[in-house]
């Protein structure tokens, strides 16, 4: 059993330096269109330590979101390996990847996705008992993440009566509720005003750093890719680092 509690075969938990969040070494994705064949990432490398916070600019098209499906494991590449804290993904069934994504990724978007019929409460609370936390432990630690951000008058409150950036709040915080090793974000404030984005940002980056999550948030807030530990640009289907 791996400390994600997630049982591996011998073959499967093939691993390398788990003291990397997130290694990806030589990644290629390619689509067929027609007869021809769009190749979107051409060997892409990047390592990511915990607790780091990582920024991806890039043109619209340059593959960003790409490579964010395939570090969440949404989808496979053509060619390279992935390794998520030492475990080779490439090696992993559909299901074994799913159960690694549930307890290990957490995922942020631009728009938060929140279910509108659910309490702010109960939207961080959804996806600890689908990993099967109990109820009052998910209550408990829902309250207490929701705290952390400023939001312990709202609990009950369901999205409609949230502002954009409690919203985008609760969002964060759900995607940290199953308290993963790595943290995926598409342009996490991307639909909020500037003043509001920063600190958002900054609540983010202080969960980020003392819970030593590692983060990749693909941006094309200029500004907030600066507030990061560093930043790596998408051309060419390739990483630069800046």
């Known amino acids: ?61 340059s593959g960003k979101s790409t490579l964010l499906h395939l570090a969440g494991l949404l989808e496979r590449p053509s060619a390279g390996v992935i390794f998520v804290h030492g475990v080779n993904c490439g090696t992993l069934s559909d299901s074994e990847r799913t159960a690694l994504r549930t307890a290990d990724i957490g995922f942020i978007y631009q728009f938060h996705h929140l279910l509108p019929e659910f309490t702010a409460l109960e939207n961080v609370m959804i996806p600890q008992l689908i990993a099967g936390l109990n109820k009052t432990e998910a209550i408990k630690r829902s309250k207490s993440l929701l705290a952390m951000v400023g939001l312990s008058d709202r609990l009950n409150h369901r999205p409609a009566r949230l502002s954009g950036g409690e919203q985008q709040r609760v969002a964060i915080v759900r995607s940290i509720a199953n308290v993963p090793r790595l943290v995926l974000a598409d342009e996490p404030t991307g639909n909020l005003d500037p003043k509001t984005s920063f600190s958002v940002f900054e609540q983010l980056r202080e969960i980020i750093q003392s819970s030593k999550i590692a983060m990749l948030v693909a941006t094309h807030n200029i500004d907030l890719a600066k507030k990061m530990d560093r930043t790596v640009s998408m051309e060419k289907g390739k990483i630069i680092e800046l």
């Open 1 to 61: 059993m791996d400390s994600s509690g997630m049982k591996l075969t011998r073959r499967q938990a093939t691993r390398k330096d788990e003291k990397i969040a997130l290694n990806i070494e030589n990644i290629h994705r390619r689509y067929q269109q027609g007869n021809d064949v769009l190749e979107v990432l051409n060997g892409v490398n990047l390592k990511i330590m915990p607790g780091e916070m990582v920024g991806l600019v890039g043109q619209s098209g």
